[in-house]
């Protein structure tokens, strides 16, 4: 665990998402959980140490962010999205924890993931003590992304709109909506990023993550033009080279290669925007 502001800390080093946490003089508000329940249970005595929570935000609804929020006390917030993937989430997260610690299934049910009790669609802000929280839907990687932004610490949050020399994965991804997301990202006063994987960054990191998203965009899109079927772009478009794989994850990046191209096929054969409202 690391302190990044006088209130902020944040774990980067546990398998699933980086999850952290903010005292704020009315409670603890913690964003996205644990994925391991071993980790959640250990995350949830260091919370402890510094106060009750009072809110625990789940900024998409991957299940590697909602696995470990059971273990936790406090109102779960969310974009209304992330609370209509909840219950495949839940699933997703089970069959997760049974592969990578089937050993601790025991503890995670008996703690099942709670669904979001406060839910928005665009924006919402949460004053707490002396704190603002700010969240906003920036869709990107998933339709259900959120940034949580809190000025009073210059930290925002961005779930996994953001990864640090990481591998993203693009296999929900809305890339076009992704790229403006990141501008409004980089045009917040912050001094910090908290991103979904990897380590704490700063603001300069979001063009790598831009150029990244871009150069797999055009990779795809010279591959339709050379008249490339989904399944040949899906096998020939890799950037396995570029990022190493989440911990723990690194037999699954050939299939994440072909997961990311199959999906930018989708998006720029049909639309985007159609794929979003197909989605509804």
């Known amino acids: 665990m690391k ?10 080093g546990k398998r699933g998402c980086n999850h952290s946490f903010l005292t704020t003089l009315e409670g603890i508000v913690m964003i996205d959980a ?3 329940p071993v980790d959640a249970e250990s995350w949830r005595k260091v919370i402890a140490q510094k106060g009750p929570v009072k809110y625990l935000i789940q900024a998409e609804h991957h299940p590697d962010h909602i696995a470990g929020n059971g273990f936790f006390e406090g109102t779960v917030v969310s974009l209304e999205g992330t609370r209509q993937d909840f219950a495949d989430s839940v699933v997703l997260a089970r069959e997760g924890i049974a592969q990578a610690q089937p050993a601790s299934l025991p503890l995670w049910e008996s703690h099942p993931p709670r669904p979001p ?6 924006k919402l802000t949460l004053y707490v003590g002396h704190h603002t929280i700010q969240l906003t839907h920036l869709i990107g990687h998933s339709a259900n992304q959120v940034a949580v932004f809190v000025p009073e610490e210059r930290v925002v949050f961005t779930a996994d709109n953001m990864f640090n020399n990481r591998q993203p994965f693009l296999h929900q991804a809305y890339p076009f909506r992704w790229l403006q997301s990141l501008k409004v990202i ?22 790598e993550v831009s150029r990244f998203l871009e150069d797999w965009i055009e990779a795809v899109r010279e591959a339709i033009k050379r008249g490339l079927s989904r399944e040949e772009v899906a096998s020939s478009v890799s950037f ?4 190493p794989m989440n911990p723990g994850r690194e037999s699954f990046g050939p299939e994440l290669q072909r997961m990311n191209a199959g999906r930018l096929y989708d998006v ?13």
């Not at 302190?3 to 980067?12: A, D, L, R």
């Not at 396995?240 to 990022?243: I, M, P, Q, S, V």
């Not at 720029?268 to 509804?280: I, M, P, S, V, Y």
Request: glycine fraction near 6%.
């Open 3 to 12: 302190q990044i502001s006088p209130n902020v800390y944040v774990e980067t």
């Open 34 to 36: 644990p994925y391991m």
């Open 117 to 122: 009790a406060i839910t928005f669609s665009d």
């Open 186 to 207: 980089a045009a917040l006063n912050v001094h910090l990023i908290v991103p979904g994987h990897g380590d704490v960054c700063d603001r300069s990191y979001v063009k």
């Open 240 to 243: 396995l080279g570029r990022y």
């Open 268 to 280: 720029l054969t049909q639309g985007e925007e159609n794929l979003l409202k197909a989605r509804k």
